[in-house]
């Protein structure tokens, strides 16, 4: 069997085997002029072999043996029955990639691309291949919500408001759309099921065939009567809680505005996760129920948000218009609210939301008091700020998209001189800011560019101070 520059030979533990391969390998050299390292070959054998007949075959092929639990190409060379100890290694990859993560100071937007572009991708080699078992899938999974959840260094307790399979359902329903293993390594599983329908004249398709399913086709060929499936039960109970009304999310409410902390807030009070005093001594936590902003009634989302007389006297003084100030929880009224008001009104009833919270928690870790209508003025001034950066960026992307003359800035030097511009970006999400280097003759072309990086979280204008000096130092160095 072929795989990549390296090759698979199978063949019975015995002394006539062992010597014809060595004359194919030997023929194969004359045909083609390339020799076998042998040094970087290997050789196992099944569990049956005696070690006698195992060493007299490693000294007459000239290759050492290998342990069961040695890897090719990053997956195990021999799966046993205990595969949660065999794939153990997906954790400790797993457990190391998240480590790296911890020591930033990193946003939900910032996790969330993390984990679903990086560290839900690390299993995907070893789910196209192996069934992971639910328990590996379970563990893998606990790991990364733990990073999810982490709000303070590894050693604090935190709390998971949310249990990983209601965040792996869609958006549009409550969720945060992060996958599943075990669904997600049944889907790649289906792609080799596909390749067994359609293609059974393959070398694999072969083996399959006259193992499992000799006179029968892939789909007719039985089961194993030792693999459970899910029992009919809880299946149906899965289905009924996907369809629950109170869990459903509204499609046109996913993003209602692009801000990610703002839409964070609103998901999770309308999934009723927000830390109130209510919420947490649910969870056990020793804390006094009353809202410390009113002490009128206990600290509920939908009393914190709305219904407290410090709420009202804020949505009372911004541009939306609030019909009801009663609902069974936070998330229905809010539904009803997005029913009845337009996009631009609800993108300010989430802002106004987010503000009210913003000032609940300022009395409570700063014991600073805020009046309305500087709440609803901050609510106002971030969203108008926030849009008008939007815009500025879509506009300079759509520009840049199709070439318009008014962005081209750049104006060529006088001949025979040399035109060096500097520019920095900055990605304050993991920390780090670059500044880049580009100099071009009075022809405009290319003569030289660099590009350099360094960690930390500055001001715009001292990252250009920095690529400035940058610019010179290497100017100096090339004369």
């Not at 693999?227 to 039960?233: A, K, R």
Request: aromatic fraction near 10%.
């Amino acid at each position: 069997m072929l795989f990549a520059d390296d090759s698979y030979v199978f063949c019975r533990a015995n002394t006539w085997e062992a010597d014809f391969i060595m004359e194919l390998l030997h023929l194969d050299e004359q045909a083609s002029g390339q020799r076998v390292n042998f040094e970087k070959s290997s050789v196992f054998f099944s569990s049956n072999t005696e070690a006698s007949v195992r060493d007299f075959l490693c000294g007459q092929l000239g290759i050492y043996e290998v342990d069961d639990n040695t890897t090719y190409l990053g997956l195990p060379n021999i799966m046993g029955r205990k595969k949660t100890t065999i794939l153990g290694f997906l954790k400790d990859k797993l457990q190391k990639c998240i480590q790296g993560w911890e020591g930033r100071l990193l946003s939900r937007a910032g996790k969330e691309v993390l984990l679903k572009t990086v560290a839900q991708a690390i299993p995907n080699y070893a789910m196209s291949v192996f069934l992971l078992p639910v328990e590996t899938s379970k563990e893998l999974e606990g790991i990364m919500a733990k990073f999810w959840w982490r709000t303070g260094s590894s050693n604090t307790r935190n709390i998971s408001w949310m249990s990983w399979g209601c965040m792996c359902r869609h958006k549009h329903a409550g969720g945060l759309g992060f996958r599943s293993l075990h669904d997600f390594n049944l889907s790649l599983l289906g792609k080799q099921e596909w390749q067994l329908l359609t293609n059974e004249s393959s070398l694999i398709g072969k083996v399959f065939k006259a193992r499992y399913y000799p006179n029968k086709t892939f789909l007719d060929a039985s089961l194993d009567p030792y693999v459970h499936s899910d029992p009919p039960g809880l299946q149906d109970k899965t289905v009924h809680n996907l369809f629950r009304l109170d869990d459903k999310f509204l499609e046109e409410n996913v993003e209602i505005i692009d801000s990610p902390k703002v839409s964070y807030f609103i998901w999770r009070a309308t999934s009723g996760i927000l830390p109130t005093c209510l919420q947490l001594l649910k969870r056990h936590v020793v804390i006094s129920p009353i809202f410390p902003v009113c002490h009128e009634a206990e600290e509920s989302i939908f009393h914190a948000l709305v219904s407290c007389s410090f709420a009202r006297a804020c949505w009372n003084r911004s541009l939306v218009s609030i019909s009801s100030w009663s609902a069974d929880s936070f998330g229905s009224w809010f539904q009803s609210l997005s029913a009845r008001i337009n996009p631009q009104a609800l993108e300010e009833a989430a802002m106004v939301a987010w503000s009210i919270w913003k000032a609940r928690n300022e009395v409570v870790w700063q014991q600073k008091s805020s009046t309305a209508a500087s709440v609803v003025l901050s609510a106002r001034s971030l969203l108008n700020q926030f849009l008008f950066a939007q815009s500025r960026t879509t506009n300079s992307l759509s520009n840049s998209s199709v070439g318009l003359s008014s962005r081209v800035d750049w104006t060529t030097p006088i001949s025979d001189q040399i035109k060096v511009n500097v520019d920095r970006a900055l990605f304050n999400d993991v920390s780090h800011f670059g500044m880049g280097c580009l100099a071009r003759n009075h022809a405009g072309q290319v003569l030289e560019a660099f590009t350099t990086s360094r960690r930390g979280i500055v001001r715009p204008k001292i990252a250009e101070i920095i690529g400035i000096k940058e610019a010179l130092s290497w100017i100096q160095q090339h004369n």
